[in-house]
């Protein structure tokens, strides 16, 4: 039998008022949840022991166990960790391969295709070092020695960096998505852009701690995240609009677009967020030429990953038909991904960081504006 918030709250006003005068078990087994529990009488129970079986009793009856396995395995498996590494692995090796058709002769025969698992062994390696507790790259020549706690706080905002984008593919409306479907979290767009805006974060300040150019490159980041968030912001904002739901949850974006104006404004948010969304991975520019250590690789893993099933599930309506539903959105990512380490790989080495983040503005900003005000028309 379970009980509500409200019960559960009571029961433990009345317990706790009566752990000051409860000291002999016979009388105590009577508020826990197992009444009949045999105990040798010379064993002396005291509060904690009430409180702990309470605690214990309200946890049952929320089923705990229950939503951590589901948390786990939406964490660690689909969409999370698993899911996350192959589909930016599978990006990463179809763009090795497309990339070529895109360039001279002259270069096309020197291009080295990478192999699948490329990141995956260079991020073993370099946990295989002597440093492997420190996720961040090795300390630049001549930096002093950090301390043990400095060493621990690095460690953690680096493994903030990649459980941030984790739990934000966590919560998103996927086909499949145990913690959407079955516990019914709300995949709130908000919360969602906040979780993807910690790995960036997260880069400037392993940047700025670095010193060096790595700290002048911190500056560059904070402008690419800023480059990346506002045509963002303007997409979801038009996207919302067009859509009539006028709330903040993903679901409500899932919808196929009814009229044709719709149709336009799912068009332009999609060319945009190609543009804008890459800005998002943390680097100085999109092409990012610096050795992190194994944790920001395995953030950016996850990231690009989390930003292409954003992308898909912004841009691509959700398929009525049940196998389509899970299809659709993991091709729709993979694109986003491959087109994505395409505009990295073309577009971005031929200029540099402030040219390339001109265009990026110069190229998102008008197509978000005109989607915003078509959203602004269309809900009039």
């Not at 010193?211 to 919302?240: D, E, K, N, R």
Request: glycine share 8%.
């Amino acid at each position: 039998m379970k009980y509500s918030v409200q019960e559960n709250v009571l029961s433990a006003t009345f317990l706790l008022r009566r752990c000051r005068a409860l000291d002999d078990f016979p009388q105590l087994s009577r508020y826990l949840p197992f009444p009949n529990a045999p105990c040798p009488p010379y064993v002396q129970y005291d509060r904690l022991f009430t409180i702990t079986g309470f605690v214990t009793s309200y946890f049952m009856q929320l089923d705990f166990l229950t939503n951590l396995a589901t948390w786990g395995f939406a964490l660690l498996v689909y969409p999370g960790l698993l899911f996350a590494a192959l589909l930016a692995l599978l990006g990463r090796w179809l763009a090795g391969l497309v990339a070529p058709l895109f360039m001279p002769k002259l270069y096309r025969q020197r291009t080295r295709i990478g192999a699948f698992t490329g990141p995956v062994l260079l991020i073993s390696k370099m946990l295989g070092r002597k440093n492997a507790a420190r996720w961040q790259a090795d300390s630049p020549a001549g930096a002093e020695a950090a301390e043990p706690s400095s060493l621990v706080a690095e460690n953690l905002l680096v493994l903030a960096g990649v459980i941030a984008p984790l739990i934000g593919l966590a919560l998103m409306p996927l086909t499949g998505n145990p913690v959407t479907e079955q516990l019914g979290v709300s995949s709130n767009l908000f919360l969602i852009l906040a979780l993807l805006a910690v790995y960036p974060l997260v880069s400037v300040a392993v940047q700025a701690r670095s010193g060096g150019l790595s700290g002048m490159a911190a500056a560059q980041t904070v402008g690419s995240l800023l480059t990346g968030l506002l045509p963002t912001l303007l997409i979801v904002a038009a996207l919302i609009q067009v859509a009539g739901s006028h709330t903040l949850f993903m679901t409500s974006l899932l919808e196929a677009p009814v009229t044709p104006q719709q149709t336009f404004v799912r068009i332009l948010a999609g060319v945009a967020l190609l543009v804008a969304l890459p800005w998002w991975l943390g680097g100085a520019s999109l092409r990012d030429t610096s050795r992190p250590g194994a944790g920001l690789l395995t953030g950016r893993l996850v990231q690009t990953a989390a930003l292409s099933v954003f992308w898909s599930l912004l841009v691509l309506p959700l398929p009525g038909d049940a196998a389509w539903s899970y299809v659709l959105p993991v091709l729709g990512a993979l694109f986003a991904c491959l087109a994505m380490r395409l505009l990295s790989d073309l577009w971005v080495p031929s200029r540099r960081p402030s040219d390339a983040a001109n265009l990026a503005w110069a190229t998102t900003l008008p197509l978000a504006v005109l989607a915003f005000i078509l959203g602004l028309l269309g809900n009039s």
